[in-house]
Structure formats: C-alpha cells, structure tokens
C-alpha cells in the first residue's frame, strides 16, 4: 500500500481486506484522490463500498455482493464480474463492469451512471431513484422492479415481468422481454429518446444507435 500523503493509491486484495481499504482511505480527510488500483479482486463482497473523492477507481478481478455501494464522486472500471446489489444506493460518477452481474444491478441508485458489458441477473435497477443503467446483454426476471425514476437500457432480451411496480422512469429495451408487466406501457420512441439513448451509450464506451430500442414508462402517476 502507498503512503497516504499521495494522491495514487494500489492496494492487493491479498494482503488488505475491502474495510481495511476503505479506512485507510478515509484517513486522507475528504482530499480528492486521483486514482486507486485494486489487484487480486477474487469475487470479495463489500469491495469499494463507501468510496468516494476518488477521481479513478480500477479493478483487476471481480467483486462479490454490495460491491461499490453508494459510490460516489468519481469513475470506476471492473475487469471481471460483480455479484449481488452491485452499485447499490449509487449516488454519482460511472461504473463500469466489463463481464456480467448478478442479482439486484444498481438497486436504489440515486445518481450517477452503471454500464455493465455483459448479462445482469434478476431484479435489476430494482427501486431505481435516479441512476442510469446500461446493460449490453440481456437481463433476468423483475427488471426495473419498484423503478421511481431513472433509465435502464438493456441491450438484449429480458425475464418475465418487466417493469413490476414501476411507478417512475423509462426502460428501454433492444430485444424481446418474456412477459411485460401492465404496471409499463410502450410508448413511441421519439427523438428525445433516441438522444438519450445514445449520450449514455457514448458516456459507456459502448456503440450503437437508439433506432432499434423499444421505450417503456409507468402506466402510473404519482401523487
């Protein structure tokens, strides 16, 4: 581990745990730190919970459950996979997971933008409160659960159900969902949307257009 008093920090997975990591680097008294790399991430859950005013996160390896949690403030890569509740109660900056992700995907995100390069599991971007969430591939049961507002993009198909309980929001999806709950309805893709569509896939390195999407909202108004 790197001395404190610079703003780039390395800590092996190996010899730190994720709570040890994170102490040491709330000792750097809320200073902006430029970057952080994280090797021998072997599937540890919590890892990265609680980071912020870190400007670049890098991790080489996968995270376990309740990885990134109420992240915040900066921008972080993952080179393997995540599991449950990943990017949980997110607040700002961009995630980013090249492989897949399991249950829960971005649940209670208030801000900030979640790009995953694979599949998701089920209930992803349940409770949804602001966050943006791409998904390149394809999505499990539940998706957009709870939404109250947000955006979720999928890429490919998705489980049975989608939309449950939405009460805010748009989803948008590329491919065919197994059942589509009555709490959404399809509505026309319109130029607004489109845009959208691509400023977040362009903010997630991923490329593609929004002509080929479906857009989805809540059949319900809040009161």
Same mark, same amino acid.
Not at 99 to 116: D, K
Not at 158 to 175: N, P
Not at 193 to 206: T, Y
């Given at each position: 581990m790197e001395?404190?008093?610079?703003l780039?920090?390395s800590?092996?997975?190996?010899?730190i745990?994720?709570?040890?990591m994170?102490?040491?680097?709330?000792?750097?008294?809320? /200073?902006t730190?430029?970057?952080?790399?994280?090797?021998?991430?072997?599937?540890?859950?919590f890892?990265?919970?609680?980071?912020r005013? /870190?400007?670049?996160?890098?991790v080489?390896?996968?995270?376990?459950?309740?990885?990134?949690?109420s992240?915040?403030?900066?921008?972080?890569?993952?080179?393997?996979?995540?599991?449950?509740?990943?990017?949980?109660?997110?607040?700002?900056?961009?995630?980013?997971?090249r492989?897949? /992700?399991?249950?829960?995907?971005?649940?209670?995100?208030?801000?900030?933008?979640?790009?995953?390069y694979?599949?998701?599991?089920?209930?992803?971007?349940v409770?949804?409160?602001?966050a943006?969430?791409?998904?390149?591939?394809?999505v499990?049961?539940?998706a957009?659960?709870?939404?109250?507002?947000?955006?979720?993009?999928?890429g490919?198909?998705?489980?049975?159900?989608?939309?449950?309980?939405?009460?805010?929001?748009?989803?948008?999806?590329?491919?065919?969902?197994e059942?589509?709950?009555?709490?959404?309805?399809?509505?026309?893709?319109?130029?607004p949307?489109?845009?959208?569509?691509?400023?977040?896939?362009?903010?997630?390195?991923?490329k593609?257009?929004g002509?080929?999407?479906?857009?989805?909202?809540?059949?319900?108004?809040?009161?």
């Open positions: 001395n404190l008093s610079e780039t920090h800590f092996d997975l190996e010899t745990s994720p709570l040890e994170l102490e040491a680097l709330r000792r750097s008294n809320g /200073v730190i430029s970057s952080v790399n994280i090797a021998n991430a072997r599937g540890q859950d890892i990265g919970c609680g980071f005013n /870190v400007s670049e996160v890098v080489q390896g996968s995270v376990g459950d309740f990885g990134f949690s992240f915040g403030d900066g921008e972080c890569k993952i080179s393997g996979n995540a599991g449950d509740f990943f990017g949980h109660s997110a607040a700002s900056g961009i995630l980013v997971v492989g897949n /992700v399991r249950r829960s995907l971005g649940a209670l995100g208030i801000g900030g933008l979640i790009a995953v694979g599949d998701a599991g089920d209930r992803a971007a409770g949804l409160q602001g943006d969430i791409v998904v390149r591939g394809s499990g049961a539940f957009g659960l709870g939404m109250q507002s947000g955006t979720l993009i999928i490919g198909s998705a489980g049975g159900d989608l939309g449950k309980g939405s009460r805010g929001g748009t989803i948008y999806i590329r491919g065919e969902a059942s589509i709950s009555s709490d959404i309805e399809e509505q026309r893709l319109r130029e949307d489109r845009l959208k569509i691509g400023m977040l896939l362009l903010k997630s390195n991923i593609s257009t002509k080929e999407f479906r857009v989805f909202r809540s059949t319900h108004t809040e009161t």
